[in-house]
Every structure is written in structure tokens, then in C-alpha cells.
């Protein structure tokens, strides 16, 4: 049994018997060096840290003034991103486990000349303000070639780590990120052992991973069917890419299909990295849906979202029930597009109402679609795929998929757009899928999740009513674990 396995099971504190909770996370507008590839001393990696930090403080404080219990803080807030190894040594200090040393930072330091000044700020803004307080920063281990034959050449390890303070100061969680995204591979280090962290507040049990962990069974699943957990502390940087990920839809999608409240805080990063800027929006998400959100890819500044957050309710997919799918045949006028690196299946909607289908191998997508008015200046299609997803690091998928297009162009389709005038007044969104593992999302205009006017049926996204503002995508994202 791992040490995080057994960490987890020996958290036994009690829960408040209040049935809910205020929370709040902050989009942060990241101060990082000029150039993330120049060595820096540690007193200028301190200052850049600090002054993240001068902003984190003013928003704890406006926080608790909301009445806020706990706040979350972003990944890579303290620095951003696009560092070398050696370029993020200077950032980094060594976090010690709750469940070797009861610690307060903000009382003063766990052992003689420990470099500690982030973790003793951070630690004392939980206590001042007495709040709940989830960061992250990076944490460095020290190994040899002589007791650890993976130690990296370098003489240490370097982690992405979320950490979680109680409202006296106490460091009570501290995560090592498990599934590292792209160019970040290339300065942090994965776990040998994927950490399951969850902690318990007078409020409620959470458990903690970062960012692109929500695309795997391990930590994100397993804390939640096997720890038990219902609350998420979700620090992310995440990038846009495509219009069947969009952050906050999908966020809000995983929420309802886990059944949990997340509390998702989202690094902006201004600065172009990888051809792209982070501008992906946070929230406060329930198995309802979104309390509170923020998306706005323009924008140039933080911000600090506060939401009642309240215990979720005794819950099994299975009692969301099948749809059973008309026996009709596969929709005429297949065409093919991209979405990202994926080729996806394609039928275009062709009129102001319509039942189609769509296969893509032996697994079916099913739409009935009430428009208010059909436009035909604008191009809307249903598409199906099955396989391996080669930007998400050749995850296992299955997808149904509305799209407004680009364009009229059939080549549009699946490529992310922002605009739309076209209204559904009725939408019934299906599909055969091979896991019970499906996540709903849906965008629309001034990049709305229209919270409350669909349903989540286990098996598909239903708008009986219809959704006000006009729709960029309704998703359904299968994901297949177990053949990854």
C-alpha cells in the first residue's frame, strides 16, 4: 500500500454538519520573468514570487471579506511557465509532507537554515485571515545516483506541487502533479507513484490534482470513487485548443458527471507560450453546474470569483437511465474535418428541424434539433470519432459533437469559433458510447455555458426548453481509461 494510500485513510477528522460552504478561487494575471530561460538569482526569483504573492494577499483578504471559508490559487501562479530545469531551480523549495511533520510555516521554519519564504507567506495569509488556502509552487528533492538510480543527473527532483493551508497556518496537503503536460515534462518531474491527496475541512472532504489530471483515471477518478472524495481543489494553466475542450464547459461537464464540486483557479498568462496564451477561465463548479464562472479570452485582468458551494447529493449514473436510439440510418452527406490533430466524422444540419445520425466505426451519434430560425449563411454539423485523441497525449476517446462552424465551408467545422446568431429551441443529444465515463459540455456566445437551460442524461445533453443565447458546441466526451 502506497504511503499517499495510507495518508488518505488515516484522515479521520469531523466534518462540520453544515450543508454548505463559501469558496473562492482567482484567475491570476501571472507577474513571471522576462525571459523564463535566463538563469536568475534567488532573491529575483523571491521578488517575482513576492510580488504574485502582494496580489494574492489583497484577494485573500477581499475574500474573507465575501465570507469566503477557502480560496484556491492557480497553477504556476507564482511564476508562469516556459522555464528549464535550471531556470526554475531558483523558484523552487523543499515542501515537507503533512503526514511526517505537523508544521506551521507561518510560526517559523521545520528545521535550522530551511528556505522557506513562500511557504511561510502563504501560511501566514491563511492564518491572518483565518481561511483555507490552496496554492501552488514547486517542490525540490534532493537524491543520489548511489541510493536512487532514477535521480536525474542533475542531483534532484522537481516537482509541480499544490499545497493547502488550514486556517491556523498548517500545511494539511501537499500534491506532486502526476500527469505533466507537454513542454512542462521537460522541468518538472513525474511521481514514480501517482499521490492520492485529500484532506478534511470543517466543511467537507476534498482531494487535490492539478490541470491536465483531469483527463485520467489517476488521481482524478480514484479520489472521488475510491476516497470518497466531493470536493476538488483543481489549480490549473490550461490552454484552448479546440472547441470540444474549452476549460469552464469542460470543468462544468466533469463536475456534473462525478458528481462534485470543484473549485477550478486558472493562470492567465499574457505572454504567447507554445503559440498560445492561457486565457482558459475558473470557477466554482457544483453537480449542477456552474456557480460562478469566468471566461473572457480579451481580458487583461485577475479575478476573484466567491460562491455558496453546497454538499452534493447521494448520486449513481445509473439512475440517470439509457436512451434508446431510433432506428435510423445513418445521415446522407458524410463529410470529413479537422478538430485540432483529430479527423472527425461529420453530417451538416440541413434544416430548421431534423433527426440525424452519425457513425464513426460501431459507435452512433444521434441529433434532434429545433433551430428558432434556420440561417443559412451559417453552417452547423454533427460529428462522431472514436480512437486515440494525439493532442491530449494519445488519449482514448469517443466523441459526439455539435458544431457551428467557421464558415459555410464544410473544412470549418471543428475549427474554434466565437461568433454565432443561430438559436436552438429544442436540442436532443445523443450517443452510443463504450464507457459510462461521458463528460457534457456546452458553449455558446460571449462564451456562455447556459447553466441551467440543459440537462445531463448519462448518456446525452437535453434542452427541452431551449438554449437562450446562440450555440457554438454541445459535446459529449467519452473517455475509455481502461484501453489508454
Known amino acids: 500500500m502506497s ?28 507577474i513571471r520573468p522576462d525571459d523564463p530561460r535566463a538563469i536568475l538569482s534567488r532573491m529575483e526569483a523571491l521578488s517575482i514570487m513576492h510580488k504574485n504573492m502582494d496580489v494574492f494577499e489583497k484577494q485573500v483578504i477581499k475574500a474573507k471579506e465575501k465570507g469566503a471559508q477557502i480560496i484556491v490559487f492557480p497553477e504556476d501562479g507564482m511564476y508562469g511557465s516556459g522555464f528549464t530545469r535550471a531556470t526554475l531551480l531558483p523558484f523552487l523549495e523543499f515542501i515537507p509532507s503533512p503526514r511526517d511533520f505537523k508544521w506551521n510555516p507561518c510560526k517559523g521554519p521545520l528545521f535550522p537554515h530551511q528556505i522557506f519564504d513562500v511557504q511561510q507567506r502563504l501560511s501566514c495569509m491563511a492564518k491572518a485571515n483565518n481561511i ?24 534532484h527532483y522537481q516537482y509541480n506541487t499544490n499545497v493547502v493551508y488550514n486556517s491556523d497556518g498548517y500545511l494539511v496537503a501537499r500534491y506532486h502533479k502526476q500527469n505533466l503536460f507537454e513542454l512542462e515534462s521537460t522541468y518538472f518531474d513525474k511521481p514514480k507513484q501517482c ?87 475558473s470557477g ?3 453537480p ?84 428558432q430560425e434556420y440561417l443559412s449563411h451559417e453552417l452547423y454539423a454533427l460529428g462522431a470519432y472514436t480512437g486515440l485523441m494525439p493532442a491530449l497525449r494519445k488519449l482514448q476517446v469517443q466523441i459526439c459533437a455539435l458544431f457551428k462552424c ?23 443529444l445523443q450517443g452510443q458510447f463504450k464507457t459510462s465515463y461521458v463528460f457534457p459540455t456546452v458553449v455558446t456566445t460571449d462564451n456562455g455555458l447556459a447553466v441551467g437551460e440543459w440537462a445531463f442524461t448519462g448518456t446525452g445533453i437535453l434542452s427541452s426548453s431551449g438554449i437562450m443565447k446562440p450555440l457554438l458546441s454541445a459535446v ?3 473517455r475509455m481509461y481502461e484501453i489508454d
Open 406 to 428: 467557421g464558415s459555410t465551408s464544410q473544412g470549418s467545422c471543428g475549427v474554434l469559433t466565437t461568433t454565432a446568431s443561430t438559436q436552438f429551441a429544442y436540442i436532443n
Open 284 to 286: 466554482i463548479f457544483s
Open 3 to 30: 504511503l499517499a494510500l495510507i495518508f488518505g485513510l488515516l484522515v479521520t477528522s469531523c466534518i462540520g454538519s453544515g450543508s454548505t460552504y463559501t469558496a473562492a478561487v482567482y484567475e491570476h494575471v501571472v
Open 132 to 155: 483555507y488556502l490552496a496554492a501552488n509552487m514547486g517542490d525540490i528533492k534532493l537524491c543520489t545516483k548511489s541510493e536512487d538510480m532514477s535521480c536525474p543527473s542533475d542531483g
Open 288 to 371: 449542477d453546474g456552474a456557480e460562478t464562472y469566468y471566461y473572457d479570452p480579451q481580458g487583461r485582468d485577475g479575478k476573484l470569483l466567491v460562491a455558496e458551494v453546497s454538499k452534493p447529493k447521494k448520486y449513481s449514473v445509473e439512475h440517470l437511465g439509457k436512451y434508446h436510439f431510433p432506428s435510423l440510418q445513418e445521415s446522407h452527406d458524410i463529410f470529413f474535418s479537422r478538430a485540432g490533430n483529430t479527423i472527425i466524422k461529420f453530417v451538416p444540419l440541413s434544416g430548421k428541424s431534423g433527426n440525424i445520425s452519425v457513425c464513426f466505426h460501431s459507435s452512433c451519434c444521434h441529433l434532434e434539433y429545433v433551430m
Open 476 to 478: 459529449l466526451w467519452g
Open 195 to 281: 499521490e492520492f491527496v485529500t484532506f478534511v475541512a470543517p466543511f467537507g472532504r476534498f482531494g487535490v490534482f492539478t490541470c491536465f489530471d483531469i483527463m485520467f483515471k489517476d488521481p482524478a477518478l480514484t479520489l472521488v470513487e475510491k476516497y470518497g472524495v466531493e470536493n476538488i481543489i483543481f489549480p490549473a494553466m490550461w490552454w484552448n485548443r479546440n472547441p470540444q475542450l474549452i476549460a469552464v464547459a469542460f470543468i462544468q461537464g466533469w463536475a456534473m458527471r462525478m458528481h462534485v464540486n470543484i473549485l477550478a483557479a486558472d493562470t492567465r498568462q499574457l505572454e504567447t507560450f507554445m503559440g498560445l496564451t492561457a486565457d482558459a477561465g
